[in-house]
Each structure stands twice: as C-alpha cells, then as structure tokens.
C-alpha cells in the first residue's frame, strides 16, 4: 500500500463516491444550463462550509469510537454568544471570538471528561449537554439578536476567484486534521482508542485524556462553524445548530468511517459533503422538492451502511 | 421440617438483582415526591387536581413511546424514528380514513411496519440501530412532507377527539388506554419467556444465541413493539391536540431516550422496567409544567432536563460498578 | 548478589470475598529466565497485573532493582522497563505493524510530529534484530495469528527493556514458530535480560527456563532452580495430589452403546477435509489438537452455531438444518468454551441463568409464576451443590467454579441424548474439576454420549475413552484404550503444519 494512500485513509469507497460526484455533475449540468456556472457552483460552496466544519468534528469523535451529538445545542450558544458580544470594531471581535473559542474547547473537554472519567456513554453524555446548550442559548435571547462588524460578515461573503474564503478555511482545516490525524501522535491513539480501547489502555495509552482532547478539538471546530454561521447571518440565531446533530453523521458515514471506530478518515468525509451538497443543489435544479430529497438522503444512508455491515461479519 | 426444606426457603438478600431495581425504582419516585413537594410548597396551584390531571394527560405519549423505547434498549438498540413514525402514522391514517377504529387500525399496522424494516435493517442486514432508525427517520419524514406537500390537512372525527381528551368515570381515556398497555407489557417482560430472553440477549447476545434464543427475531419484534407504541402515541398526541401536523412529536426521539436512561434502562443492553421509565417520563413532563407554574423562564426546563440525563446516568453508572 | 530486577514481596490480592493471591514471593535476576507454573485459576495473570502495576496489591508491595515501587498504571512499569507480552492480543489492527510497534512511543522530529521515515526504520530494524520477515508498512488485522503475537513481542521490546514477561506465548504458535521464538528468548537471556515465562507445557518449561516457581490457589507451593526438578515434582507441586486421584475409572466397553451422533463428510469451512465419525452411547470421546486446530469450529458447526455443510444424524434422525434452538430440542447441548463470553449472562440472577435454556421454563410456557424460577432455582442449587448465599444475586458474584456447576445444571436439566463440553474445566479450581469429572463419567454410565474438547492434554488422556486428534482442521489421527497417551497425541498435533508465516524456518 503506498504512503499516500495510507496517508489519507483512501478506500475504494471514495471511487464510488467520485463516480457519483461525476454523475450528478453531469446529470445537473444536462437539466440546466445555470448549474455548472461559477455563480451556482460558489452557492453550492456557501451552503457546504459549515456542515462541512462540523462534519469533520465529527469525523474525529467518530474515528475514536465516540459521537457527539452536541452540535445541536452548542452552535445555538456559541453563535449567541459570538453576536452579543462582537459588536462592530475589531477589538469586541477578537474578544468574542477568544470567548467562543474558549467556551467550544471548555464545553467539549466537559462532554469529553465525563464521558472518559464517569463512564457515560457518549449518545448520552452529548445528548445532555446538547439539552443544557439550547436551553441556555434560548435563554440568552428568544429571537435572533446581537451583530457581527460589518467587514466581519462581509469576509464571509468573500471570494478568491470562484473559492469563497469560508471554502478556503474548510480546505485549510481538512488539510490540517488530515495531517495531525498522520503525522502526530495524537492522530494515532484516536485510531488505536477507536480500534480497541482496551488494547489502547495495556498498550500505555492515555486512553481518558485523549478522549478529552478529542471532544474539546470537537467543540474548537464547532466554534469555527458557529462564527462562520454567526457571520453569514448577520445576527445571533438561538436555533443555529438544530439539526446538525444528526446531519453531521450522515457525511461521516458515507464517506466510509465506521460508527464502531478506527477506520476511516477526513478524505471520505469532505467527498462526501460535496456529493450531497451538489446533489441536494441539481435536485433543486429539477424541481424536486426537499421532501424526496430527505427520502433520498435517508436511503444513501442505509445503502451505505448496508455496504460496510459486510466488513463487520455476523453478530 | 427437613434440613433441606429449610435450606431451599430463599432468605431476603439486598444485593439480589431484583431488590438493586427496586432500590433503584424507588430512588425515581423519591425523586418524583421530592420535586413535587418542593413546588406544592412554591406555589400550592400545582397539587390541584386539575393541574395534576393536565400532567399526567400530557405524560401519556410520552409514556408509550418510551416504553417502546426502552424495548429497543433492552436488546442493545436504540430507536430514533419514534417521533417520526408519531407524526407519519398520525398524518398517513388520518387522512386515508375518517372512522377512528379504522384509524387505530391502519395506523397501528403502520407502526408495526415501520418497526419491522428498522428490525430488518438491525437483525439482518448489520446495520448500526443508530444509523438504521436514522435513515428510517429522514425517509419517513420525505414521505410524509412528499404525501402532504407541506401542509397536512383534513378534521379529525369526534370520536376520535374524545379517546384523547374525553373522560371515563372522570379517568381521562388516554390514561386509561396508557394503563392497560404498561400493564401488558410490563406482563410481557417479566412474565413471559419472550420478555425473559428479551433481556437475556440484552445481557449478552452471544449467550442468548448458544441457549437457543431467536435473536434476530427478538430484535425485529423489539422493534415492532417500538413502532407499534410509538403510533399509539402519535394519535393520541393529535387527538389531544387536535391539529395533525408534519412535525407532531417533534423532540420525542430524544426525550424518549432521555428518560428511558433515567428511568434506570442501559444502552449496554439487558436492563429495564417498565415502571421505571414511566416514572421517568412524568418526571420529566413535571419538569415542565414545574416551571411553568412557578413562572420560570420556559427555557429553564432544557437545562434541568439536561443535567438530569448526565446525572441520573452517571448515578447508574456508579452503582453498577461499585 | 545483585538485587532482583523484579520482584514480589508478600503480595496479596482479594476481589470482595475472594482471596486470589496470598503472600506471594518472587523474583527475577538479570540473565534468568523464570518459569511461572500453575494450573488455570492458580494466580498467574493476577501476579503478572499486579507486577506491572495494572492492579494495586491489598498488601505487600513490588520491588523493582532493590527498590520499592509504586505502581499504579501499567505505563510507569513500562517506562521503569517491565515488558509485557500478554495473552490476550495488545495490537491493533487499523494501524500497521510498525505503528503498532511503537505505539505510545512513536520516534518524532525536532517539531514534535511523528517521523514516518524513522517509524519505518526502526521498526525494521527491530523486525530483522528479532530475525522476522514481516513488512513493517503492512496492516496487523492483515496478519495471521503467529505474526500478530511475533509483532506483540517486537511492540515488547522496543524499548531498552529489563524484564520481559510472557504469558502463554506459545499457545498459538507452530512447532516451526515456537523454536524460533525460543531462540529469540534465549539470546535476550543471554543479552543480560531477566525473563518471565508464564506456561503450562512442561517441556517448554524445561527446554529454556533457568528457574522454576510453582503457584497453587494464590500460594508459592515450589520455587528453585529448574536442576532441582523433574516433570512429577511440578505436577505435584501444581495440583498438590496425585493427579490420579482426580479421575474416575473408564469404561470397559465404550463402543458398547448405541451410535447416538452420526457425521457423515461435515465440511467446517470450504477447503477443509469432511469430517466423518460417530460418539457412542456411554463413552467419553475426546477432541484434542492444538488451539486454532479447528476443534471448537468443528463443535460450533455440530450444534449448529455456525455454517457447515454435511450430513449429520442424532439416534438416526437426520438434522440437515441445525440452528442452536433446533439441536436443544433434539437433545444436543453444548458448554461452550469462554464462560464470559457466550455462556453466562453477567448482570442476570443465578436464578435467571439456571434457567436460561429453552425448556428450563417447564410447563409454564404463557405466563412464568412469580417466584418460580427461584425456587427452582434453590432446588437445583442444593442437588448441583453451587455455593451462593442467594439465587437472586447477579451470577458475577460466583466463583468461576461455581459458575461453571451453574453451567452445567443448565445443560443436564434438558437431559440431552449427547453433551458437547468446550475446555469444561478452564478456569476452574482443582476441587471442582475433580466433581466435574466424577459427574461426567456418571452421565456416560447412564448412556449419555460425550464429546469432549480439552487443552490439557492429562484430561484428554486420563478422561476420555476415545480421542480424535485434529490438526489444521482436520480429524488427523484416532487413539484407542492404551493408545491414548500424551506422546501420541503431541506427535500428531504439533506435527509441522504447511501453512507458511513470516516467521524464518
């Protein structure tokens, strides 16, 4: 097996999920002439980054055999809290920004903690503060509120070419979990903690500050999401983050990561962002509504799964 | 009196798996008294016999979905498309046919349906419960937009109004209809050689198997128990809200787990009552009307509910490993 | 005289009631290599968790080089230079052979980043040191089970070790393999390391360990240097009687009795020779063979636990489709081999596990009676003598002896026609083995068939009246009456297989 392909966790799955980018391109290309122009791809770019970001925070708690279902209920804070407190000059931005970040890190190395030290299993752990999150958020503020400096919001309007920054960040993270997940040792115990976790502990792995640092590497990216999304609004939503609890698995998923843990990487999940984002954009295209749009998610989902239950042999 | 006689007589032991459950179902419904003494004190208003009727008529979907819920637990599952099976069955069965018995009738088959492919998916196919009843949910959810085109309509039969907010002898009939099915499946879990080995696989799937349990027929049934209940719920929850919406039950995904775990079931399979979770379900539902009455800022009850399913899980968890 | 790399000074260890280990002394010198013998259940791998560290001792304490060590993570034995080789596998296969290797101790740059190239290299580097042929860049769960355990000794030594513990490393191993690790042990001994070999195979034992300490039930019943001893001296030292004592005599006439199973060209897995034989009423008939030699595969596919295809007939009546339900109806049962795993269920009642199997519920197939199973339960606690205070308590209380009668009671209440039993006695002290075979030889008098499954080679030879010898998969040899011994049988299990490793011949 060569170094690259080791190197980015390259599956053969990721050659069907190309195939399948190809054939929606395609397919999109034929039902419109507005699809493959530089103005629709860019607005398939703007709606991926930040399910992106958090499709990649997930990609990690799932690689090391856990999952975080608190993106729910943190996005709706941190985005709260981001508006309130970043008012219009650089200087309550960088403030804001500073307390979003340290809020993400010190929420996720909570979830992580108790899940690690208590023995909570993690579904619960997240479902709980998730709860607490969109609790607090709402009690902050009941409609959207509070801004963001102008030049802020208009950064995340802006484009390099056709690459819209928020893009450009999502490359720049992938890139950079890509390489911590190869090249630091922190990469390799969240697949060796993933793979067996008591193996990991004889081994003289740190197995519980790990599992730390991995939700609270969590809840950091979260917060990036949260700004983006704060940024791209306008305003503070206390509802950002519903529903990207569950989305941010399904891209993990078909990527090709096992929900079990240990195998799988970054590589899957960004293929896998772009295919349903470009599918969802082509579907728009002909006029299907997003009602069949969920039917067709929820079947990619069991049609994947179905696909890797054979690795896992019988029960 | 023979020696042995003697000997076979079981003496009381507290550490006996039934007396730890006991210990455990009466810690919820310290809980319970707890929580509602406290606010009786805050505000005499809550103890009222209407307020306390509106709780329980508002715990009782909850309480068949999680008892359902807990099912799918028992057998190391987990079922997200509760809520989404509510509101498909309640939108699908409403609008197919006006005459209430027939309603219950398509909707609980519905449900059975429902649950069987996500017992398929589990048993046979290997797919993740998380994961399987995920897609389940997301599907369902395109049907039911895709069959109403957004916007539900059609009325509900008077009938079938009155089996959600009318009353028998003053007992509110979806309290009754929630008695009788707790006490049939509680039956059916402690009583029964399908509820015995449901917590047999449970404990262990690989033992269960070598002792010549069906195992994947268990796990389907499970499920179909789950969808079945969770239908019941959604048309109770209409009937009493009177609106079929694409959205009824919205949250009872996580709720229903939520005080399944509080209600003393385990992820890790084989553990469960049904008294428990349905004392969990009314704590939960307390909750809310708690800070309601008390004129507490609604969001409050996120928080407490929250922090409840950390701490009653970690609780667990302490106990069973002391 | 230096001080000992390692050593035990009154070590003892209790789980609630249970006393594992009591006083335990031991110790290790650099350029020795200590043999730790017991019977399964004697306190070895409870010695060898409290030794790194993984376990605290209730008294006592661990000496490390004349100083007292307190360890409480297996890490800072490790960092101290305690290796550790253990029997359940440490490696993991998402990661290649030479992450496994250094894992937790990955050569990095000046930047504090893994350096890959180093990785590989040094791994390599350990590989050829150790004389093994395995590609360090190639995925473990790629591997067969003899080159996992060779990368589990490289992870072992990677670091500048002191002490290096083995337990069981033999058990998976070829003839071919274990000589070449026995090579790799002897030059570590000779490079000044000192060495614990944890085995139950004498011979081993004898070829290479420089010293001999022999446990029983949690005590130090022997300890010397392995001059001073002889193959019946450690037996004797080990299960402190005559082994001869612990088994009831043989049939006189095992073919005597009915065919009850007949197998008729059972293929276990594609590419395996078919299987044919029959277990008679009233006899013993025993499988042996190596671990992996196929033995509990074969068992698995008789009762119908997993895929096979072949004709198999139980008092004629042919059984074409068998699940596990299917053959407890018709009067197969099965003690399987890891009590843990697939016999017990943990969290449940003593009560609840007696009557786990599917007619354990009698008459009462609609509506169990409350109080039911406990009764019953005490009833078949007295006749099977299983020590418990109380059948509702969770069977994770129980001793694995107890557990194991438990087990047992569960089986016979369904009075199967034939009884396979999986390693029956694993993990079970010298009483209860000696009860448990006094019970099976009973059962065989009555004419029930047996099929027994067993590693330890005594019971094979003392216990069974008739034994088949298997070997990658199949049934290589069949020993009869004064036939079965434990030469003959070794002389076919451990023949060289034409399966090829990593491992240099």
């Known amino acids: 097996m060569s170094t690259l392909a080791r190197a980015t966790r390259a599956q053969p799955v990721h050659l069907v999920v190309l195939a399948l980018i190809a054939i929606v391109f395609v397919v999109g290309m034929t039902s419109s002439d507005r699809f493959a122009t530089p103005l629709n791809l860019g607005n398939v770019q703007d709606q991926m980054v930040a399910l992106a970001i958090v499709a990649l925070a997930q990609t990690i708690v799932i690689l090391s055999g856990g999952i975080d279902l608190s993106y729910a209920g943190l996005l709706s804070l941190l985005a709260v809290v981001f508006a309130t407190l970043a008012g219009d000059t650089a200087g309550s931005l960088f403030l804001a920004m500073a307390v979003v970040f340290a809020l993400g890190i010190g929420?996720?190395?909570?979830?992580?903690?108790i899940t690690a030290y208590v023995g909570v299993h993690p579904l619960i752990t997240t479902l709980g503060t998730s709860t607490?999150?969109?609790?607090?958020?709402?009690?902050?503020?009941?409609?959207?509120?509070?801004?963001?400096?102008l030049f802020f919001e208009d950064f995340t309007y802006g484009r390099l070419g056709i690459l819209p920054y928020g893009m450009i960040a999502v490359i720049a993270l992938y890139l950079l979990i890509g390489f911590v997940l190869w090249r630091t040792t922190f990469g390799t115990r969240i697949y060796a903690i993933g793979d067996n976790e008591a193996a990991a502990a004889i081994s003289g792995l740190p197995v519980q500050r790990t599992k730390v640092a991995i939700y609270a590497l969590s809840g950091l990216l979260c917060a990036v999401a949260a700004m983006y999304m704060t940024g791209r609004f306008g305003v503070g939503d206390p509802r950002a983050g519903v529903g990207f609890d569950l989305r941010s698995i399904t891209p993990v998923i078909v990527g090709g990561t096992l929900l079990a843990g240990g195998k799988g990487g970054v590589l899957g999940t960004v293929l896998a962002v772009v295919l349903l984002a470009l599918l969802a954009n082509m579907l728009n295209f002909m006029n299907v509504s997003s009602f069949y749009q969920w039917i067709a998610e929820g079947l990619i989902i069991i049609a994947a799964v179905s696909f890797f239950a054979g690795?896992?042999?019988k029960s | 009196m023979t020696a042995t006689a003697t000997n076979i007589r079981v003496k009381p032991n507290r550490n006996t798996v039934r007396a730890t459950q006991r210990r455990e179902l009466l810690m919820l419904l310290g809980f319970l008294v707890v929580i509602w003494a406290v606010t009786t004190a805050l505000s005499p208003r809550f103890l009222s016999p209407a307020n306390l009727k509106d709780i329980l008529i508002q715990a009782a979907p909850l309480g068949f979905v999680v008892i359902g819920q807990m099912i799918v637990i028992i057998v190391r599952g987990l079922d997200l498309s509760v809520a989404s099976i509510m509101a498909t069955v309640a939108v699908l069965s409403t609008s197919l046919i006006d005459v209430t018995p027939l309603i219950f009738a398509v909707g609980l088959l519905l449900g059975a349906l429902i649950g069987a492919?996500?017992?398929?998916?589990?048993a046979y196919r290997n797919v993740t419960p998380f994961l399987a009843t995920l897609a389940t949910m997301i599907v369902l959810q395109g049907i039911r937009f895709a069959y109403t085109g957004g916007a539900p309509g059609g009325s509900l039969p008077e009938t079938f109004r009155f089996l959600a907010t009318g009353s028998v002898f003053g007992i509110p009939v979806a309290l009754i209809a929630l008695a009788v099915t707790a006490f049939a499946m509680h039956w059916l879990l402690e009583r029964t050689i399908f509820g015995r080995r449901l917590k047999l696989f449970g404990d262990s799937p690989e033992a269960a198997f070598m002792t010549g349990?069906?195992?994947?027929?268990?796990?389907?049934?499970?499920?179909?128990?789950?969808g079945v209940m969770a239908a019941l719920a959604g048309l109770f929850l209409v009937g009493y809200v009177g609106i079929v919406d694409n959205w009824t039950g919205r949250g009872y995904e996580l709720d229903s787990i939520a005080a399944a775990v509080i209600g003393g079931a385990a992820l890790s399979g084989g553990k469960g009552s049904v008294p428990g979770v349905l004392l969990a379900a009314l704590i939960l539902v307390s909750l809310f009307n708690i800070v309601v009455i008390l004129g507490l800022s609604i969001e409050l009850q996120l928080v407490i509910k929250g922090t409840l399913i950390i701490l009653a899980a970690a609780v667990y968890m302490k106990r069973s490993q002391s | 005289m230096a001080p000992p790399f390692l050593a035990a000074r009154g070590l003892s260890k209790s789980f609630g009631p249970n006393e594992v280990l009591k006083g335990i002394q031991f110790e290790v010198h650099g350029g020795r290599n200590v043999a730790l013998c017991g019977?399964?259940?004697?306190?070895?791998s409870t010695l060898i968790k409290l030794l790194t560290g993984l376990y605290l001792p209730s008294s006592g304490h661990v000496e490390f080089e004349g100083e007292k060590a307190d360890w409480s993570d297996p890490r800072q034995s490790l960092a101290a230079g305690i290796a550790v080789v253990h029997q359940e596998f440490s490696v993991l296969g998402a990661l290649s052979i030479a992450e496994n290797i250094y894992l937790g101790a990955e050569p990095c740059t000046r930047l504090g980043l893994i350096d890959r190239k180093a990785l590989v290299r040094n791994a390599q580097a350990l590989l050829d040191d150790l004389g093994i042929t395995l590609n360090p860049n190639d995925l473990v769960e790629t591997l067969s089970v003899a080159d996992k355990q060779m990368v589990e000794i490289a992870k072992a030594l990677r670091a500048e070790a002191k002490v290096l513990i083995l337990d069981e490393p033999t058990a998976v191993l070829s003839q071919n393999e274990t000589r070449h690790l026995f090579r790799i042990i002897n030059d570590l001994r000779e490079r000044g390391m000192g060495l614990v070999y944890v085995s139950h195979r004498l011979d081993e034992i004898f070829e290479i360990c420089t010293d001999i300490t022999v446990i029983k039930d949690g005590v130090v019943t022997s300890k010397g240097p392995t001059d001073d001893y002889t193959d019946d001296s450690v037996i004797a030292a080990m299960v402190g009687r005559e082994l001869g004592d612990l088994f009831p005599p043989k049939a006189?006439?095992?073919?005597?009795g009915e065919e009850v199973l007949q197998v008729r060209n059972l293929v276990v897995a594609p590419g395996l020779p078919p299987a044919s034989f029959s277990v008679h009423a009233g006899e013993i008939l025993g499988l042996a063979g190596l671990v992996g030699a196929g033995r509990t595969e074969l068992a698995l596919a008789l009762f119908g636990a997993a895929p096979a295809a072949g004709d198999v007939s139980l008092d004629g009546e042919p059984m074409p489709f068998r699940d596990p339900a299917g053959c407890i109806d018709a009067g197969m049962l099965m003690l399987t081999e890891s009590r843990k795993d697939d016999g017990l269920f943990m969290n449940s009642s003593v009560a609840r596990n007696f009557a786990a199997t599917t007619p354990g519920y009698g008459v009462h197939r609609a509506a169990i009676p409350p109080g039911h199973e406990e009764s019953r339960a005490a009833v078949l606690k007295e006749r099977r003598g299983v020590v418990v205070d109380h059948v509702g308590l969770p069977i994770s209380a129980l001793s694995g002896g107890n557990q194991q009668k438990v087990l047992v009671a569960r089986l016979l209440e369904n009075r199967p026609k034939l009884l396979i039993l999986d390693e029956p006695t694993r993990g079970v002290d010298v009483g209860a083995k000696a009860e448990i075979y006094k019970t099976l030889r009973m059962l065989a008098d009555e004419g029930m068939a047996l099929l027994v499954i067993s590693s330890e080679l005594i019971e094979i030879v003392r216990l069974c009246d008739r034994v088949f010898v298997m070997r990658d998969g199949a049934l290589a040899k069949e020993l009869t009456g004064e036939d079965i011994t434990e030469e003959a049988i070794i002389k076919v299990a451990a023949a060289e297989t034409s399966s090829h490793h990593g491992v240099a011949a």
């Open chain 1, 311 to 313: 690795r896992k042999g």
């Open chain 1, 107 to 113: 929420i996720g190395a909570i979830n992580g903690a």
């Open chain 3, 39 to 44: 019977e399964n259940g004697a306190g070895k």
């Open chain 2, 213 to 226: 349990a069906p195992t994947k027929l268990l796990q389907v049934m499970a499920y179909v128990i789950s």
């Open chain 2, 117 to 122: 492919v996500n017992g398929y998916l589990v």
């Open chain 3, 252 to 256: 006189s006439d095992p073919l005597a």
């Open chain 1, 132 to 149: 607490i999150l969109a609790g607090c958020a709402l009690l902050i503020t009941r409609q959207p509120s509070g801004s963001v400096p």
